[in-house]
């Protein structure tokens, strides 16, 4: 999803020693004893310097004393912990910038909806309030069906009650269902005789093909795109506005490289022309979604660059193969212990995509040395996953570093073959607590207590990363740590005892695993002479607490490229 931005848009005004200290003084030094450097040549140094973009000097305090000047910023940090800059390894910044002014319909600790009853009467209030127009959309996001007392997804009659004179659509959490009113389903001309598109599926009333408003993935895929460009929101001076915003929010996390996941080629054309104007206060990585993967796909058209210009960069191409668990659209082997209302007893989703067109085109990346990304949740999808990149390969060994992308039910021989080909997997680890409770339904507790296989991963020595895909959830790199660790689920359930990590891992997770997925652990991820300086100063040392209160620690200042981008209150 991506908002719709005129051409306008581009006029707007918008591996070395610790003692090999080049000279001249730095532009900040910090100074204490819980430095994390996620680096064994640096590990246990007390003392970082920062000269312009990069790090100067890391070592003991008199390793540099020599670069402390009278304008050097002599940050001594105490009780207080320095660790590399934290790098989104799956995200979508497109789409956190357009959700900064909708409806949150999310049920707490991430929003105040509780029931349907609840958005409802949200919906109703800001109509009112901002004196939305008859006819104008009215789009909110978050709802979360598992945690809404009435146990459902709110439906058309649901949101015909809040206005039947304005298209509504909710987004759901997963971002891979939407629910919407009956003057949005005639907008988009859904009715009884519209027929499910190919990957999607148009959710009826029981006993009819009336739709009852609720749509799955391609469904809400077609909706999405003439909706944003509906809701007054094509402005490339609100979107810049969204953008800078959006960055802001991820730096107050500590994310110093924030990923685009899924975007178009309207999203990469204005966020290249506000970093014409103003280089972007911290690194975008872009990769487009790669839609329909028919065959006509052109190399040139997707821009990729190994290096950024102005903080973005094209990083390669994503690929999307099934839905999402939390949405009960996660593609099976094995059928679902409960499915969607209606779903029969040996329902295991479905594929969106043609297996043999995935196929041909991931080998045409693959040949063209571009990286890609490839949603798989479920093990059928990730069956898929694996098979497109071994047949891309052709049994050659390449540095390919294909993700897996949530790879939320991995199997154990799926893990064998990803150590095998080189291929990352990119374990949305967050889930144990936010979908725990919901998957031990979904799934039954034998696959539930695998979700997010990390320890298995890590056993097998495979290199693997771990995000929070905001913003399904928010990012949240402390809180993401907390539950890789502790995997508690709301209702304190330890969802898999055996795939646990520990803070070194999961730190590792985020900061260096995740600069080599993207193919820049020699400039990013950990604190080394010679790296960019992406750094975060946390309020506490996080060996100091419990498991349980990592998420507690906040972030006081994030520093990217040398320059501070964001700085406690």
Known sequence: MVLAVGANLALLACAKSPKQIPEGPADVVFLGDHIYTVDESTAGASAVAVRGTEIVAVGGRKDVEPLMGDSTRVVNLGHRALVPGFIDAHGHLGMTAQMLDLLNASSPPVGPMTSVEDIVGGLKSRIRDEQIPVGEFVMGYGYDDSLLAEGRHPNRDDLDRASSEHPILLLHVSGHLATVNSEALAMLGYDETTEDPYGGVIRRRPGTRIPNGVLEETAVHGALAPMFESSGDSDPRAFADRIRRAIEYNASYGVTTIQDGASNPTLVQGLRAIARHEPLAVDVALFPAVQGVGESLSLESIGYSPVYTDG????????????????????????????????????????????????????????????????????????????????????????????????????????????????????????????????????????????????????????????????????????????????KTRAGVVLGADQRIDFDEALYAVTLGSAYQYFEEDRKGSIRVGKQADLVVLERDPKSVPVDELSEIAVVETMARGETVFSAP
């Open 312 to 487: 973005v960069r094209v990083a390669g191409v994503k690929f999307v193969l099934d839905g999402s668990p939390q949405g009960r659209t996660a593609w099976l082997t094995r059928p679902y212990d409960e499915g969607p209302p209606g779903a029969p007893a040996n329902y295991v989703a479905y594929s969106m995509v043609e297996p043999e067109a995935y196929k041909k085109q991931v080998k045409k990346m693959l040949d063209a040395g571009i990286p890609v990304l490839v949603h798989a949740n479920g093990d059928a999808a990730i069956d898929l996953m694996i098979e497109g990149v071994e047949e891309g390969l052709d049994g050659e060994t390449r540095d390919h570093r294909s993700v897996t992308i949530h790879a939320q039910l991995a199997r154990e021989d799926q893990l064998d073959a990803m150590k095998r080909l080189g291929i990352v997997p990119s374990f949305f680890a967050a889930h144990p607590f936010f979908w725990g409770d919901w998957h031990r339904l979904s799934f039954g507790d034998d696959r539930a207590m695998g979700i997010s296989p990390l320890r298995s991963a890590e056993k097998r020595d495979l290199a693997f990363t771990i995000h929070n895909d905001a913003p399904v959830v928010p990012p949240d790199v402390m809180l993401l740590m907390e539950i890789a660790i502790g995997r």
